[in-house]
Structure formats: structure tokens, C-alpha cells
């Protein structure tokens, strides 16, 4: 019997020449990572446990990009905290306000995570590496604690679900489509701590910057991780980021799957999830009545600078609705230079968007972006519960960089073609 890709993975770090699916197993992490929130947890376990000096400072993360820049007293000391460790153990991976990014798009960005690496983070979506064909996962801080001092976590092997996507993507569907129709369909527990391999005729198409996407939501649908096969795509990617060697896994033909569910996306729609919950999906023009009072394009899901080019392909020309309001916050710094080198930035800020330095403040009602009562926001964020951007009587629509562009301008929920046209 021959393994997934996420089998593969998990055993060669193991030590170990096979595991299979239910299996508790002890294996070395390449990457344990922790932002602004979840490190300072981390590190107070790693010191009433007695650590003294992490495993390796090559192989820990620490990111503040939660609530930083800093909002308020209590997340400049919770920065605080993670800096003063960054310095006392010589972490080489901290990344300090004004070099930092979101966390999930920094990492693949800088070639810091690469293809057949084990990767844990102290944040749900960093299942997010699976898109470079990495088997990431997020942990508890206890259980990064000790892989900080041990280099090691304990895992259960999880099943596989493999997802085919057959047909050409038309003009209008990107990989949060993709991944918004999935959750839709197998609903937010549909592959509760399974593996979720991405793969088809779509998939082999998809940008490096779609697949990212679609990783990073796999914990939407309950998973353990989202994974793809590395291609001749995640090569190009990985080949002038890569700092050091890697291994590339990929799926044996004869591997076991728990299911394989298919998809022909030649006539998808594109798709909008109502709150609130990511799994109440429906196409764009069933939700096209609905009034908003703010659009957000940015986070670890659609920051990056293919999500930018595709907004402002959008709006350019264009005016944010006189009663919206447009928050655009780049993933990374890099991403935002080359924003400004394409004019991407110029485009955002002459339709009336504000345009931040990278932050997740928004998607978890930190800052830059809280909704008060009865406000409602389409945002190409991954989670619309209750609350999650701010008030709890709020409303989240999740959509992609090309339905919220033309939501900021229509001042509700829009297909794309309302704007642009079918020459788009």
C-alpha cells in the first residue's frame, strides 16, 4: 500500500518507512512558530517547564502581527514579550514592525518554510504551507512550548480526503472560489482532522498565491491540513527563495484515501459566504441585495500581491462607494513595495481606500477595521462568526479580492462584471 503526500511527510520525520492513518507518532519539526498572541503563552510554558535555550534559533518563528503595530498598553507588552525573548535566545526568524508581514504569507515569501518540511505554528491557519507542499499544522502553546525545547511534537496521522477539481477556471474564480465552494459543500467539521489534498486539472493552473489560499482555509472545513503536490509551479516559487536544502514528497498512486470528492468548475460562479459561518456559501448575485457599510482586502488568505493586482484591476478608475469604507492591507512589506512600484497603491488610495502597513488587526476585530453594531463587511478574510471582526450584532461576508473591489464600489455585495464588464 503506498502513502499520501501528508503520510510521507509526517514518516520521514518520524524516522519511521510508513505510518498510516491513526497512528501516534513522535516527529522533529522543521519550523515552530508563534505570533503576538499565542508566543507569549508559549514562551511562559517553555519557562515554568524549566527551558532554558530553544532547540535550535534557526527553527522557531516569533511574528507580531496580530495587534501590531501596537493598539493599546496591552499588546505593546504582549510585542514586548516576544522581542525580549527574540533577544535572549537569538531567534533568527523575529521580524520586527516595519520588516514583519502576516505571519502565513512572510514565511513562504522569505523561503523560510520550504516543500517536505514538518511545520507547527501556535495560529490556526498555519495549515496555510501545505500550498507549497509542506505538512503544517496549528497547535496549543503548551504543545509549542515543548517543541521549542525539545524540537518534537506528537501527532495522530490523519486521513486523507482528496479533493479533484476538473475544467478551466473562468476569468472570474480564484482559489478562495475554490476553496468557499468546498467548505460550502462538506460544511465547517466535513473533514474534521483529515488531511484535505488538493489536486485536478484547476489545482495544476492555480498560481502559487491561489494555493495558499486554499491551504490556508482548510482549517474552515475542520481539517488537520491542506496540502498540493509540489509541480513545476511550486518549483518556480521555491527556486530563488530557497536558503537551504529540501525534500519533495508526493502522493503514491495506489495511496488510501478516505474519500475523493470531485468538482467540475468550468461554470462556478463566484461565491460569497453569509454570516455566519464559512460554510453558508452561495453565488455572488444571490447576495447581490445586501447593503455594506465596509470592505477589507488583506489577511493571510488574500494579502498577497496577485490578490492586490486583482482588486485594483477592479477598482481602478473607479470610486469606493461615498458610504463605504475600503481597508487594504498588504501582506508583507515586499508585497507593498511592489504595490507601489505597479502603481497598485496609487490606484487604491485615488478610489478613496485607506491602505495599511501589513497587520492582521482586522480579520480578528483587533484593529484598523472593527464593525460596530449592525455594520456589515465584505472581506477576504477566512472567518465570518459571530463577532469576529467586532460587534457581536456585526455581519462578515467572505468573498475574494474581485467580488470585494467591486462590493467597495457598488456599495453592496457585486459580481465583478457589474464593474468591469465582460472584457475584463
Not at 520586527?96 to 516543500?115: K, S, T
Not at 473533514?191 to 488538493?198: I, R, T, V
Not at 512589506?333 to 501589513?358: C, D, H, K, L
Amino acid at each position: 500500500m503506498g502513502m499520501t503526500i501528508t503520510e510521507k511527510i509526517l514518516a520521514n520525520h518520524a524516522g519511521k518507512n510508513f505510518v498510516e492513518p491513526g497512528e501516534l507518532i513522535m516527529a522533529d519539526v522543521d519550523l515552530a512558530l508563534a505570533n503576538d498572541i499565542t508566543g507569549p503563552v508559549a514562551i511562559e510554558e517553555f519557562k515554568k517547564a524549566g527551558g532554558e535555550k530553544v532547540f535550535n534559533q534557526e527553527k522557531i518563528a516569533l511574528i507580531p502581527d496580530h495587534f501590531a503595530p501596537n493598539k493599546d498598553i496591552k499588546s505593546a507588552e504582549l510585542c514586548k514579550s516576544l522581542r525580549e525573548f527574540a533577544k535572549e535566545q537569538n531567534i533568527l526568524h523575529y521580524y520586527e514592525v516595519g520588516r514583519m508581514g502576516i505571519e502565513h504569507a512572510l514565511l513562504p515569501e522569505q523561503g523560510i518554510v520550504l516543500p517536505g518540511d514538518l511545520v507547527i505554528g501556535a495560529d490556526s491557519h498555519t495549515c496555510t504551507y501545505g500550498a507549497i507542499g509542506a505538512f503544517s499544522t496549528g497547535v496549543g502553546s503548551t504543545d509549542l512550548a515543548f517543541a521549542m525545547m525539545t524540537g518534537q511534537c506528537w501527532f495522530k496521522v490523519p486521513e486523507t480526503i482528496k479533493f479533484v477539481y476538473y475544467g478551466k477556471l473562468n476569468k472570474w474564480i480564484t482559489g478562495k472560489d475554490l476553496i468557499l465552494h468546498t467548505i460550502g459543500d462538506i460544511g465547517v467539521d466535513g473533514a474534521l482532522y483529515k488531511a484535505m489534498e488538493f489536486t485536478g486539472d484547476a489545482i495544476s493552473s492555480l498560481s502559487m498565491d491561489g494555493r495558499l489560499t486554499m491551504a490556508n482555509m482548510a482549517i474552515e472545513a475542520g481539517a488537520k491540513n491542506g496540502i498540493i503536490n509540489p509541480d513545476d509551479i511550486t518549483l518556480e516559487y521555491i527556486r530563488s527563495r530557497a536558503k537551504r536544502p529540501y525534500n519533495i514528497f508526493k502522493s503514491d498512486e495506489n495511496a488510501k484515501y478516505a474519500d475523493i470528492i470531485e468538482y467540475n468548475v468550468e461554470n462556478m460562479q463566484p461565491k460569497v459566504a453569509l454570516p455566519h459561518l464559512p460554510e453558508n456559501v452561495v453565488d455572488v448575485d444571490e447576495a447581490s441585495n445586501i447593503q455594506i457599510d465596509q470592505v477589507v482586502i488583506g489577511s493571510c488568505t488574500n494579502g498577497r500581491l496577485e490578490d492586490m493586482r486583482l482588486a485594483a484591476s477592479v477598482i481602478k478608475g473607479h470610486k469606493v462607494h461615498p458610504y463605504v469604507r475600503m481597508i487594504v492591507i498588504p501582506a508583507t512589506q515586499q508585497v507593498y513595495q511592489e504595490m507601489m512600484r505597479e502603481g497598485i497603491t496609487e490606484i487604491f488610495i485615488e478610489a478613496g481606500a485607506a491602505v495599511s502597513t501589513p497587520t492582521c488587526g482586522p480579520c480578528l476585530g483587533g484593529h484598523m477595521g472593527v464593525l460596530a453594531k449592525g455594520e456589515k463587511a465584505v472581506s477576504t478574510t477566512n472567518r465570518n462568526f459571530v463577532g469576529r471582526m467586532g460587534h457581536p450584532e456585526s455581519e462578515v461576508y467572505l468573498a475574494s479580492p474581485l467580488v470585494a473591489a467591486a462590493s467597495a464600489i457598488k456599495g453592496r455585495i457585486a459580481h465583478p462584471k457589474e464593474v468591469v464588464g465582460d472584457d475584463f
